[in-house]
Nanobody, 124 residues
Framework: QVQLVESGGGLVQAGGSLRLSCAAS????????VAWVRQAPGKEREFVAA????????YYADSVKGRFTASRDNAKYMVYLQMNSLKPEDTAVYYC?????????????????WGQGTQVTVSS
């Protein structure tokens, strides 16, 4: 198993930037694909971004393409989400999630391990 802990959330004005971090522990991080998923109040969890086991392939929701960048450092057991040009509609709890690298990277249901989430609030 792998355990995940997110950090880096906060309050930012529209147009600003935040960098989320996800610290992993347990089994080697290279065994897992990792995604960022968000959930706004009253809405279902939504895929945001994913990165494959070695970081050379990334996937993004259309709503964040060109603004968000996912990356990872397996040696440090860390995964990151750089968020630029933030919009009020990006406000949500952001979760880091991991799964064995099989199947779709963009399907939220496929991820087996989840962190506790970090709140991101973007003011207009």
């Amino acid at each position: 198993q792998v355990q995940l802990v997110e950090s880096g959330g906060g309050l930012v004005q529209a147009g600003g930037s935040l960098r989320l971090s996800c610290a992993a522990s347990g089994r080697p991080l290279r065994q897992y694909a990792v995604a960022w998923v968000r959930q706004a109040p009253g809405k279902e969890r939504e895929f945001v971004a994913a990165v494959n086991w070695n970081g050379d392939t990334t996937y993004y929701a259309d709503s964040v393409k060109g603004r968000f960048t996912a990356s990872r450092d397996n040696a440090k057991y860390m995964v990151y989400l750089q968020m630029n040009s933030l919009k009020p509609e990006d406000t949500a709890v952001y979760y880091c999630a991991a799964k064995v690298s099989l199947g779709s990277y963009t399907s939220v249901q496929g991820y087996q391990y989840w962190g506790q989430g970090t709140q991101v609030t973007v003011s207009s």
